[in-house]
């Protein structure tokens, strides 16, 4: 019992720290909230524990590009605007955009790339920016040991002559069934490729995409055919994400701009208004709603909900999801679903108590048998939220991350602080 108390405590302070202001002015004092730089993994977790607004919330610019896949094999179009998709990314997080949102759309073969960039001011310059063709380069060091491109010499080998890149499993010396890549040339950049591989045995071939280093592999031996391995210690994802690189500078897909729309931050602070008093409203009908009905177990029902709230929304922050109104729907109604859960327990326990049950005993069982419930009815919504988050785009797949995150969050709460508190209470509950 003393390591579940401990355990609601945490959680606790864990919501309350998480979601503290920026800035907290006590007794003339100012405290800054500080982020998160912790290593994980190799990797650096950074976060600023600042909520992430959507296009519809903050402002910016709605743009929608069509792709001309006229000159692409049907069989290798959607691979192609996959390709671009990413490698428009890749550009918009240069302009410092890290809550961008791009999606295809493919409509009777009709390719669209649709883009939301909330807070950018500078449309032009991110239409710049975008609407540039991938450049992708295959370079030799002219240095003995190279640390920038400065170092590096062009060998007039670029994404032109690359047909294609894809993901094979063994060759290049490695172990059978490990990720390897696999890159064929055209005629033309096969004799290119033949004379450098030929001419600079033992030098690595550095492979620059718009001037950003993807890899430099060394050249074992001759390759006169125009099909090489990329081989290395990769992962299966670090295959596939650098054969789409690859693919960005082999397969540009022309793309025009179809549509352009600006949302204005005033309309995105209004909302944001009238969603949080609209939140507010609900969730105090709620715990007035859970009081008046089951008296001081609604009371600890609703600490439980309050932990929830705070959990819930330290992991938008830590995901980090970005929020826009409908994402913030998929969370008021998460909070109508974790508080159906405590009724359908505590309408439970209160039948178990009717049947003559000792109050003790009937807590147990009102949790135990109203799980397969409980269970069911989360279940099915997350299933739910599952194919509108995979098959939806944008605003709807917003809508559904939140509603899962709530969903996940509330069985603990609902389930584990609910009944922790309940059982420590449990002779002052009626």
Sequence with gaps: MRRSYLLIFICLIFGVLLNLPANLHIFGRTFTRPGINLPLLGRSFQRDLNFHLGLDLQGGTHLVYEADTSGIAQADQAQAVLATKNNIEKRINLLGVSEAQTQVSNTAGNYRVIIELPGVGDVTQAINTIGQTARLEFMLPKVATPSSQADFVSTGLSGKDLKIAQVNFGGGGQVSGSPVVGLEFNSEGAQKFAQITSENIGLPL?????????????????????????????????????????????????????????????????????????????????????????????????????????????????????????????????????????????????????????????????????????????????????????????????????????????????????????????????
Excluded at 354 to 382: M, Q, Y
């Design 206 to 430: 550095a492979i620059f995409l718009d001037n950003q280093l993807l890899t430099a592999p060394y050249i074992e031996s001759a390759i006169p055919d125009g099909k090489a391995v990329i081989s290395g210690q990769f992962t299966l994802d670090e295959a596939k994400r650098l054969t789409i690189q690859l693919n960005a500078g082999a397969l540009p897909v022309p793309i025009k701009i179809v549509e352009q729309r600006s949302v204005g931050a005033t309309l995105g602070t209004e909302s944001i208004a009238k969603s949080l008093f609209a939140g507010l409203v609900g969730f105090a009908i709620i715990l007035i709603f859970m009081i008046a009905n089951y008296g001081f177990k609604g009371l600890l029902a609703d600490f439980a909900l309050v932990i929830y709230v705070l959990l819930s929304l330290s992991f938008f922050k830590l995901v980090p999801v970005t929020l826009t109104l409908a994402g913030i729907a998929g969370f008021i109604l998460s909070i109508g679903m974790a508080v159906d859960a405590n009724i359908l327990i505590f309408e439970r326990i209160k039948e178990e108590i009717r049947w003559g049950r000792p109050k003790k005993a009937a807590i147990e069982l009102g949790f135990h048998r109203a799980w397969t419930s409980v269970r069911d009815s989360n279940a099915s919504s997350l299933i739910t939220a599952s194919i509108l988050f995979w098959f939806g785009t944008g605003s709807i797949r917003g809508f559904a991350l939140t509603l899962a995150i709530g969903i996940l969050v509330s069985l603990f709460t609902s389930i584990t602080i609910t009944r922790t508190l309940i059982r420590g209470f449990s002779g002052k509950t009626a």
